[in-house]
C-alpha cells in the first residue's frame, strides 16, 4: 500500500479518488497581511474556506494538491484549521515561487563548496520531518518559470526542487508559461537532473492550444497540468476544452490532469474583482461545466477517470 501525506496524516493513494491537482485554498502576502490587516478576519476566512472546500467536496471531489509554498503565503497552521473543517483531504507542497530572483534569504545563503544547496535541505526536511512544528508534511515540491525564462534565480530554484526530489522520490509541479515555451526549458534542466520525468505535472500547459508543443512535452513522460480552467481570460473555455478533448482523442488522457488554480481567497486582485473578470474562477467550475462540455466533444468516462483519479494516484504513488 503506498501512502501520500495529506493535512491530517498519511492516506492510502488508493483512496484519494477524484483529485484536483492544482488548486490553492489561500493565496497571500503575509507581509502585507500582517502589516495591513485591514479587511482580514481569520475565523471568518477559515470559515469561509470550510464552507468553499465543502461546497467542493459534496461534487464528488475527495482530495486537492495546494501548491502554495514560500512566496505565496504558505500558513500550515492556518490550512490544519481548514482541513479540521472539512472531509476533503488536502496535500501540501514545499519550493518556492519566483519568476526571477530569489528572496534575500536564500541569495546570501549560497550552495555549499560541494554543490549542496541550503534550499534543498530545507525542502527535503519539509518532506521528510514535517513543516515548521505543525506535524504536518509536504508531499510535492513546486516551483515556476515564467515569460522571463530560465532566469539565475529561477534556476537555482528548479535545480534544488529536483535534488529534493531526487531525495525523497516526492514529485514535482511547475508553474510554467507555456505561450513562452518554457516548459521545454523545464525539462532540459529536469533531464540534466535525472529526474523521473512521470513525477512532474508542467502547471498551466492548459493555457496553451498548441498541440505540437504539448504532445511533445507528454511524449517526454511528463503530466501537463490542464489546470486553469474558469481563467479564461488567459484562454478561452473553448479553446482549454477543445485542447483536451483534442488530446484525448490522440491518446493522451493518461498524460493529463485537471484543475483550475482557484483559491478561497487570494490577495492578488480585490475580492469583488474576481467575479468581474473570471465569475467561472471558482473550484466546482469543473463539475459544473467543463466535464458536460468535454462529455460533448467525446471524452469518455475512461478519461475522464484517468484524468481526475488515476493519473494524480499515479503521480502520488511511490512518493
Ligand atoms: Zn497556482
Known amino acids: 500500500m503506498a501512502l501520500v501525506e495529506t493535512v491530517r496524516g498519511p492516506v492510502d493513494v488508493a483512496a484519494l479518488g477524484t483529485t484536483l491537482m492544482h488548486e490553492h485554498v489561500f493565496v497571500l502576502n503575509e507581509e502585507v497581511r500582517q502589516n495591513y490587516p485591514a479587511g482580514w478576519n481569520e475565523d471568518d476566512r477559515v470559515d469561509d474556506a470550510i464552507s468553499k472546500l465543502n461546497a467542493l467536496a459534496r461534487r464528488g471531489c475527495q482530495t486537492i494538491a495546494d501548491p502554495t509554498v514560500l512566496g505565496l503565503g504558505r500558513d500550515i497552521g492556518r490550512i490544519k484549521r481548514v482541513a479540521a473543517g472539512t472531509d476533503l483531504n488536502i496535500i501540501v507542497a514545499t519550493g518556492l515561487y519566483t519568476y526571477n530572483e530569489l528572496p534575500l534569504y536564500f541569495r546570501f545563503r549560497f550552495p555549499h563548496s560541494d554543490g549542496r544547496d541550503p534550499m534543498t535541505d530545507m525542502f527535503v526536511t519539509d518532506i521528510t520531518d514535517g513543516i515548521a512544528d505543525t506535524g504536518v508534511k509536504a508531499a510535492f515540491l513546486k516551483c515556476a518559470i515564467d515569460d522571463q525564462g530560465m532566469t539565475p534565480g529561477v534556476e537555482r530554484v528548479l ?37 523521473d520525468l512521470t513525477k512532474v505535472v508542467l502547471g498551466h500547459s492548459g493555457d496553451s492550444t498548441d498541440l ?9 513522460g511528463c503530466l501537463l497540468g490542464m489546470d486553469r480552467f474558469g481563467l479564461d481570460l488567459i484562454t478561452s473555455f473553448e479553446d482549454r476544452i477543445g485542447t483536451v478533448a483534442a488530446l484525448c482523442e490522440r491518446g493522451y488522457a493518461e498524460s493529463m490532469v485537471l484543475s483550475h488554480d482557484a483559491s478561497c481567497y487570494i490577495d492578488w486582485f480585490a475580492p469583488e474583482a474576481i467575479p468581474m473578470f ?42
Open 212 to 220: 505540437g508543443y504539448l504532445t511533445e512535452l507528454a511524449d517526454a
Open 278 to 319: 473570471a465569475p467561472a474562477w471558482h473550484y466546482e467550475h469543473i463539475f459544473d461545466q467543463v466535464l458536460p462540455a468535454l462529455a460533448e466533444r467525446g471524452v469518455t468516462a475512461a478519461h475522464i477517470q484517468a484524468m481526475l483519479v488515476d493519473n494524480p494516484r499515479r503521480y502520488f504513488s511511490g512518493s
Open 159 to 195: 535545480r534544488a526542487v529536483a535534488r529534493a526530489h531526487a531525495q525523497t522520490g516526492a514529485p514535482i509541479t511547475v508553474h510554467t508559461h507555456p505561450h513562452s515555451g518554457t516548459g521545454r526549458d523545464v525539462l532540459r534542466v529536469l533531464k540534466e537532473e535525472g529526474t
